[in-house]
């Protein structure tokens, strides 16, 4: 999430060490995905050459295929973008797990008396910048897909843009919230109450706008792929 809610402050001090546990769990599935997305990034890559240059995979291999792929072709140079985004979107979630850490260690008096994503804030600026690359990512991903093809293409892709972000939003925000429930159902029992009331309100503003967004979009890009009723069985 762009703000998650065990950033935001507690007002109960019993609730900031669940709060904090629930941000270590969500910084380590966002690693595990990005160090993914970095494998699956790769893979993709000698596949899209295979595909592209007709050649076998030992082929692909040498490098030659790849390589032109890489310098000479749309997909090949949004490829490498996306590859420089994932791998600085790495290194913020490091830069803010290590803040995340050295706060729960020694808390200072203004860290525990006021909100730790103040945008004047250091760690805000972080979470910003994330956030930015994880929609610049989304947009590589436009850039190469069924949208990008289409006029109006600005339209199509924003179209796609806003269908993938929304999307994203939302299944990623029910991850990190499923992933919270163990956290959440260890802790006593009015801290599990405190920590529901913190976090779904919060979840729930976002994953209204991203379904709304998902809805909207998708009628969008089904005007603009879908010329026929038919071509929704007819039509890989």
């Known amino acids: 999430m762009l703000r998650p809610a065990g950033s935001a402050g507690a007002p109960n001090p019993d609730l900031t060490p669940v709060l904090e546990a629930i941000e270590r769990r969500t910084f380590a599935i966002v690693r595990i995905a990005t160090v993914g997305l970095l494998v699956l990034g790769v893979v993709t890559l000698f596949n899209q050459a295979a595909q592209v240059g007709g050649a076998g ?9 790849v390589t032109r792929l890489i310098m000479k072709t749309r997909y090949g140079l949004v490829w490498l973008a996306r590859m420089m985004i994932i791998v600085g ?123 709304v967004l998902v809805v909207s979009s998708g009628w969008l890009n089904a005007w603009q792929l879908v010329v026929a009723p038919a071509h929704l069985v007819d039509t890989p």
């Open 57 to 65: 995979l030992l082929r692909v291999m040498e490098g030659e295929v």
């Open 89 to 211: 979107f790495l290194g913020v979630i490091e830069q803010l797990a290590a803040s995340q850490a050295r706060t729960a260690i020694s808390p200072t008096a203004e860290a525990v008396s006021a909100p730790r994503l103040s945008p004047r804030s250091s760690e805000g600026w972080w979470w910003w910048l994330g956030s930015s690359m994880g929609l610049a990512l989304l947009l590589t991903a436009a850039l190469v897909s069924h949208a990008a093809g289409r006029e109006p293409a600005l339209l199509s892709l924003g179209a796609d843009f806003a269908h993938q972000a929304g999307a994203a939003a939302w299944l990623g925000g029910l991850l990190c919230l499923t992933a919270a429930i163990p956290i959440i159902w260890s802790a006593p029992e009015g801290v599990r109450a405190a920590a529901v009331a913190t976090l779904i309100p919060r979840f729930e503003r976002l994953g209204v706008v991203a379904v």
